[in-house]
């Protein structure tokens, strides 16, 4: 079975952050009452006139901007012909020979190795109705219909479930920093199908398209149950069809849906209700222009920074976190910065069910606890009980510091009276220390702190104190 190489293209529908649907005024919102965002033309009455969204057409630019794509100037839409309940119209307005972007590519990295994923096109289409199906009885909510939405179709140029689960989260980190969606999987908006085959040579084999799959780890889980799946078929002696299937968790298998459709099935022809539309190369430039940074830019100027990999990938998954944090780093200790927002603040936020944007961190008094940290004048430990007051009272830092009796001493000659005073008090342990025995230097350091009532900077204690024991 290791003869054989899997070959994966992905297609990925993802809803657009448009306030309006594609071709209505009517509200684009997943979180209202079913069908109370329709109108006659997202049911399809008879008579009706499709008219385009400008605010849509924008972001599927910047989607095919940020993707590298060549941008078609002059493009037209398409009606998609098929017949299902949840397709009021009997077609599907959408882009078949003028998608707005094609030929782009994705960069992703699979262990250390950096590979382009290919993108065939970008094209903009509308949503259908959202199916709910129980035992006895299926329900359509058409708040769905009509949503607008990008196509995004690779090339045939992954080779594992690791390069194909690379590629959505790289996919789903661009589309989230640029706000052309809101990517969330869990509520549909977007949608991945995973085209597979297998074969023995560099001749593709026939492939499966497995449909609408709910996470990144499962499209990882369903590629190799098909792959495997096909394995077994080739091996016994039969051969693959051109299939739709499913994935089923529970089973870890692919489901056979339908033998799968060809695009001549749809018979598609030029959306006679909607006229060619043009983009300028003005226009395009402005959309340009005015592009957000990008996720892979922020990691490498947060290396350059110096902030440990594992701060990165915390960050960069939390778009509001990450805004929030480029808001001000350039203005203090960027480490410092990472190590209190990924973990104590993180922590609480995460303990408390918020994110960045529901509490009051003001940037200023932030700013003031990492200085007060890294001038040493309170320790990493009195920060962690710092924190859950300053996130829920907004009071200043040195407030805080004040009330809770945190001034920490880092002056030389307090502290080495101090060790000079334990040092007298404990000459068994002093003895124990010099004779290699490391666990008396916790014990001397435990009492200094102890009798600073925890108030003695750690780092400097630690030192005078080897330093002295050394002299002895």
């Known amino acids: 079975m290791n003869d054989y190489k899997t070959t994966i293209g992905i297609e990925v529908h993802a809803e657009l952050k448009s306030n309006t649907k594609m071709f209505s005024s009517s509200k684009n919102d997943f979180k209202t009452r079913p069908n109370s965002n329709i109108s006659v033309i997202d ?43 949840d397709l009021p119209k009997g077609y599907q307005i959408t882009q078949a020979r003028t998608p707005i972007g094609v030929d782009g590519y994705v960069e992703i990295e699979v262990d250390g190795v950096t590979k382009k994923i ?23 909510d058409f708040n769905r ?51 597979v085959s297998v074969s023995k040579n560099d001749i593709l084999g026939v492939r499966t398209e497995t449909k609408n799959i709910g996470s990144i780890s499962s499209v990882g889980m369903a590629i190799n149950s098909e792959s495997l799946r096909q394995i077994k078929v080739l091996e016994d002696g039969g051969s693959i069809r051109e299939e739709t299937r499913r994935y089923d968790e529970a089973s870890d298998q692919t489901i056979l849906m339908r033998v799968k459709e060809t695009g001549n099935d749809y018979r598609y022809f030029p959306e006679p209700d909607i006229p060619f539309i043009e983009l300028s190369d003005e226009y395009i430039n402005k959309i340009h222009d005015n592009l957000p940074v ?15 990999d594992n701060n990165i990938k915390t ?139 925890g108030k003695a900077n750690p780092s400097e204690v630690n030192r005078l104190l080897v330093d002295t024991l050394r002299s002895i």
């Open 43 to 85: 049911l399809g009455y008879p008579g009706t006139l499709p008219l385009v969204n400008k605010g849509a057409v924008e972001l599927a630019l910047k989607a095919a901007l940020l993707l590298n794509c060549k941008i078609n100037k002059r493009m037209h839409f398409d009606r998609k012909n098929y017949f299902y309940p």
């Open 118 to 140: 290919g993108i065939h096109d970008i094209h903009i289409e509308e949503d259908t109705a959202k199916s709910i199906h129980n035992e006895t009885t299926s329900y359509l």
């Open 145 to 195: 219909a009509g949503v607008p939405l990008i196509e995004i179709v690779t090339y045939p140029d992954m080779n594992s479930k690791e390069e194909a689960m690379a590629y959505l989260e790289r996919l789903r980190e661009i589309l989230l920093y640029a706000e052309v969606s809101d990517c969330k999987m869990e509520e549909g908006s977007m949608r991945c199908d995973v085209n």
């Open 294 to 308: 990008m996720p892979n830019v922020l990691r490498k100027k947060y290396k350059e920074l110096n902030i440990n």
């Open 315 to 453: 960050i960069i998954a939390n778009k509001d976190l990450c805004k929030y944090f480029e808001s001000f780093v350039n203005d203090t200790n960027p480490v410092t910065a990472s190590n209190l927002l990924t973990g104590d603040i993180m922590g609480y936020l995460n303990k408390n069910n918020l994110s960045i944007n529901d509490i009051n961190l003001d940037i200023s008094n932030l700013k003031k606890l990492i200085k007060v940290i890294d001038d040493k004048k309170i320790s990493s430990k009195q920060a962690k009980q710092l924190i859950p007051v300053m996130l829920e009272t907004g009071k200043d830092v040195d407030v805080i510091i004040n009330e809770m009796g945190m001034v920490q001493i880092s002056d030389d000659k307090v502290l080495q009276e101090l060790v000079d005073k334990v040092i007298s008090a404990n000459q068994e342990s002093v003895n124990d220390y010099k004779a290699g025995k490391d666990r008396a230097l916790k014990y001397l350091m435990g009492q200094i702190m102890k009798e600073s009532k």
